[in-house]
Every structure is written in structure tokens, then in C-alpha cells.
């Protein structure tokens, strides 16, 4: 089982991108899914979070701006940024509680993250 982020790339101040993170893998069940962010030099933040009935929550940083969004057939989470800002350049990580079968068909429950997708905002 694994998560797979993408859509990260440069854009200008102000400019809007669109986050994907895409579980994988004999899962069959995820509750909370988020995005969490580390700038160079600094700790890794959480930026957004949804549960699994779509109630959402944000970092003050991301608040009216940033939109947090799930598909649950798709197993899918998404993050819309708007009006993006120099300080939003960041590593972008997804995580998520992953439920799953393991081999030996035990139910596990596993934390799991993404391998990152780097977004950087020019001034």
C-alpha cells in the first residue's frame, strides 16, 4: 500500500495549483486524510486535513485560501491552493491511515505518506 502525490511545480504570486494524492494497494478502508508542508529550515506543518464524511480543517496559513477535498471511490485526496504566496513554497506531503489486508490477512492499520511534491511560488 502506498500514497502517490503529484501536481506540484512553480507558479507566480498569486498563481493557483492543484494537489493529488492517490492511495493504492489492497485498501479498504481510510479515515482521515491530510497535507502537511516543510519549508527549507523548518519544521513539517500540517496544512489540511478531511475526514472521512468530508469535514475539513485548516492551518491558519491556508485558511480561505487553500481547499482540502476527497474522493472516496477513488481513494484520492486533493488540495486546491489559491492565491499562492511566496511562503507557501514547500514540500507538500499527503498522510493517511491506511486499513488494509496484510498477507497474512490480518487487518492492519498503517500510517502512511507520500513521497512529496515541491512547490515553489515566485515572487
Known amino acids: 500500500v502506498q500514497l502517490q502525490a503529484s501536481g506540484g511545480g512553480l507558479v507566480q504570486a498569486g498563481g493557483s495549483l492543484r494537489l493529488s494524492c492517490a492511495a493504492s494497494g489492497n485498501i479498504f478502508s481510510i479515515n482521515a486524510m491530510e497535507w502537511y508542508r516543510q519549508a527549507p529550515g523548518k519544521q513539517r506543518e500540517l496544512v489540511a486535513a478531511?475526514?472521512?464524511?468530508?469535514?475539513?480543517n485548516y492551518a491558519d496559513s491556508g485558511k480561505g485560501r487553500f481547499i482540502i477535498s476527497r474522493n472516496n471511490a477513488k481513494d484520492t485526496v486533493y488540495l486546491q491552493m489559491n492565491s499562492l504566496k511566496p511562503e507557501d513554497t514547500a514540500v507538500y506531503y499527503c498522510a493517511a491511515d491506511l486499513n488494509y489486508y496484510s498477507a497474512y490477512g490480518e487487518d492492519v492499520v498503517e500510517r502512511s505518506w507520500g513521497q512529496g511534491t515541491l512547490v515553489t511560488v515566485s515572487s
Open positions: 478531511i475526514t472521512k464524511d468530508g469535514r475539513t
